[in-house]
């Protein structure tokens, strides 16, 4: 069977670290998918936001300027002290409201159960193992309340002959090595997803310049465990 080799959570970090703000050029084919993700997220009655994986901020911003309400509280992870660093920055006029945190790049995150009504994970999980994978959503599950929803988006398989070929040159990349493509391979979210605990409410693919983005929202619909 064949192996996918992955960067370990110290090389993601250094990766990260060094592309800083450059992040925000992948922009060009990340941006309609997350517009439609957004559209998907019930954004106007969140109160209690995490992401995981954070990156510049870039998407904590447009929500927190355009889509939540005053009140709403966003907490951002990432595992890289300067995209930790670039989001404080870039968040810092919406003060008391924000919270960033430098993590391990463990799945886990420092939380309570049932303590926010969005779990947001863009273009992150595709850097991750199989295991990792399960084990963010997990988690997500267990902080989000119930009724809270899961947003996520990542890099996947082309549904069309130009995406599938994008695809393929993608994935050989990542063979020869992780690096050139940050870390990054395409997945099937919905694969990902447990037949209990969550109702999948949206999926879609979205192609911008040949580069396919996997949309989901599924609903935490499990009974709270009791803290
Ligand atoms: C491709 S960027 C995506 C950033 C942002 N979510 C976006 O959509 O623009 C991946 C981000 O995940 C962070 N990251 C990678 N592995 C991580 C982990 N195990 N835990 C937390 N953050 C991680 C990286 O440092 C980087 O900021």
């Not at 993601?12 to 957004?38: I, P």
Request: charged share 20%.
């Amino acid at each position: 069977m064949k192996t996918t080799r992955l960067l370990s959570r110290d090389q993601l970090a250094r990766f990260y670290d060094g592309l800083g703000a450059g992040l925000d050029t992948q922009a060009f084919y990340e941006a309609a998918a997350m517009r439609d993700l957004v559209a998907h997220l019930e954004m106007r009655t969140s109160r209690a936001i995490v992401e995981f994986g954070c990156g510049t901020g870039r998407l904590a911003a447009e929500l927190l300027a355009n889509y939540v309400p005053p009140g709403a509280t966003y907490l951002g992870l990432d595992v890289s002290r300067t995209m930790v660093e670039l989001t404080k920055r870039r968040l810092s006029r919406w003060g008391g409201r924000v919270e960033v945190r430098q993590t391990d790049g463990a799945p886990h995150v420092e939380a309570a159960d049932n303590t926010f009504d969005r779990f947001i994970c863009t273009y992150v999980l595709d850097l991750l193992s199989d295991e990792e994978i399960r084990r963010v959503l997990d988690e997500a599950h267990r902080i989000l309340r119930p009724g809270g929803l899961l947003g996520l988006g990542s890099l996947t398989n082309g549904p069309t002959p130009t995406s599938g070929l994008v695809t393929t040159i993608w994935r050989r990349l990542h063979q020869v090595s992780p690096w050139l493509v940050g870390g990054c391979r395409p997945i099937t979210l919905s694969s990902f997803m447990p037949n209990s605990g969550w109702t999948v409410e949206y999926t879609n693919i979205v192609v911008r310049f040949g580069v396919p983005s996997d949309i989901v929202v599924a609903r935490n619909v499990a009974t709270p465990r009791s803290t």
